[in-house]
């Protein structure tokens, strides 16, 4: 639960919550009764694919991985959540499991509250619902856009889209370049590229070797380049 001592705390968060500004007094007091916070440890599952969806939530600090699983219990898709994402937005009024297990990344913070008040605020706020529209949107466009970029039967190609796609999403400035700030195994970048290892592999040792990446402890680093 939330604190009571740090409730000014979590008000003042909350207000930067995508449509958060929106609500009328008595929708945000709800909110505020049934908020709830929890500390993710790095590796941890914060929900399981096809647990019962009972909660939505807001990624507050650190990072997250999204990822479901077919029928064969192979992956099929993988992301990533960034501070101030709100999830899951998929199947909101449709669906009563969730559809992807999501695992920190690094230790992480999330504040949360019971899909029925997120769905009836949806229903009952039409300035929220869509606020929260256009952020599918966004979600959907940006998914839309990566696959452009990444249907090509060059597995070269895809490596090298799915790394930069990252860095452009999720990367964070440093003195000199750029850095993704979470773990990324070889093996996740071939699973999303939709190629091997070993072909990962070899596209990241290329980039090395052209001083455009560095690949340091399961991170990866972009130095600037020279004209920058």
């Known amino acids: 639960m939330i604190n009571p001592k740090q409730q000014k705390k979590y008000e003042h968060y909350l207000s930067h919550v995508p449509g958060c500004h929106v609500l009328e007094n008595s929708e945000y007091k709800n909110v505020m009764k049934n908020l709830r916070y929890k500390k993710v440890a790095k590796g941890q599952n914060l929900i399981d694919q096809h ?12 990072f997250l991985k999204i990822k479901s699983f077919d029928a064969d219990e192979e992956s099929s ?19 009563s499991l969730y559809c992807y297990t999501v695992t920190a990344l690094t230790n992480a913070e999330v504040l949360y509250i019971p899909t029925k008040v997120f769905e009836d605020l949806l229903q009952s706020n039409h300035k929220f619902s869509l606020i929260i529209i256009r952020k599918m949107q966004e979600v959907m466009s940006e998914n839309e856009i990566f696959i452009q970029k990444t249907v090509t039967s060059s597995a070269r190609t895809r490596v090298i889209q799915v790394l930069y796609n990252l860095n452009d999403k999720h990367g964070v400035d440093l003195e000199v370049g750029r850095k993704i700030p979470f773990p990324l195994p070889i093996k996740e970048i071939a699973s999303i590229a939709g190629t091997t290892r070993e072909t990962a592999g070899q596209v990241i040792h290329d980039l090395i070797a052209q001083d455009v990446l560095k690949y340091s402890r399961k991170y990866f680093f972009f130095p600037s380049s020279e004209s920058d």
């Open 77 to 95: 898709y993988i992301s990533f959540l960034s501070p101030n994402r709100l999830f899951p937005l998929r199947g909101t009024f449709v669906d």
């Open 51 to 62: 647990d019962d969806r009972n909660y939505t939530f807001m990624l507050k600090k650190g």
